[in-house]
């Protein structure tokens, strides 16, 4: 769900326009970051899916890289610091319902989640269905507030790059 | 495609990327240079008159 992490990302910006659109971006990516650093230090790893994630993305890890991260933010307010636990649990959310099953609910649990073993080609058009409402809804949102998205039609291009990329590697 | 380190860099590059430019296509629109701080309360009008 590449650029759908993306694009949540751009529909929290529009609950609190006040939290920080870097933190947004970093927070719904944070766990794909964490797998990088992971896949680096040999934790981690994998084939295209078929992915070994257990420290990066099972439930109880992702609360925790949620909670320590939007921590980072309380001085902001609650509401900033909430916005911005909910745009990395958003990934780990997403994820369990495109993936294949290799999300777990803890590092050393036995039971994978991944609804996508169930929807099959439905978990495509479940991203470009989050892709496209996550954007109509935030351009709907900059045009009203004017307090954001001064490049909303460049936002919304990089998301659509973004799923055809995904689309021609992954597919 | 098994994932090696170098995969590794290349996963964090993939986001990355595409993070940084949207947080510049986020910015205020010319005229609203900023939004207001995360803590301030908004300005009370005043009674009477």
Not at chain 1, 23 to 52: P, Q, Y
Not at chain 1, 83 to 110: C, E, K, N, Q, Y
Request: proline share 6%; charged share 10%; net charge positive.
């Amino acid at each position: 769900v590449y650029p759908g992490h993306f694009a949540a990302g751009l529909a929290l910006k529009t609950i609190e326009p006040r939290s920080p659109t870097w933190a947004l971006m970093v927070g719904v990516a944070l766990l794909d970051f964490l797998f990088g650093v992971f896949v680096l230090f040999g934790l981690e790893g994998g084939t295209i899916g078929h992915l070994n994630i257990p420290w990066s993305h099972s439930l109880a890890m992702s609360l925790l890289w949620s909670a320590l991260f939007s921590a980072c933010f309380w001085r902001l307010g609650r509401r900033v610091t909430m916005i911005v636990f909910a745009a990395v649990m958003s990934h780990w959310v997403l994820d369990a319902l495109s993936h294949r099953p290799d999300i777990l609910l803890w590092p050393t649990s036995g039971t994978p989640l991944g609804l996508a073993q169930y929807t099959g080609g439905l978990a495509g058009w479940f991203e470009v269905l989050v892709c496209i409402g996550a954007c109509a809804w935030y351009v709907r949102s900059a045009l009203r507030t004017n307090a954001f998205g001064a490049h909303w039609a460049t936002a919304c291009s990089v998301i659509g790059l973004m799923y055809v990329a995904e689309y021609l590697v992954v597919r | 495609m098994t994932l090696d380190w170098i995969n590794g860099l290349a996963n964090i590059a993939q986001f990355a990327i595409p993070a940084a430019i949207l947080v510049w296509a986020d910015r205020p629109p010319a005229g609203n240079s900023s939004t207001p701080p995360a803590n301030r309360q908004p300005a009370r009008a005043p009674n009477g008159s």
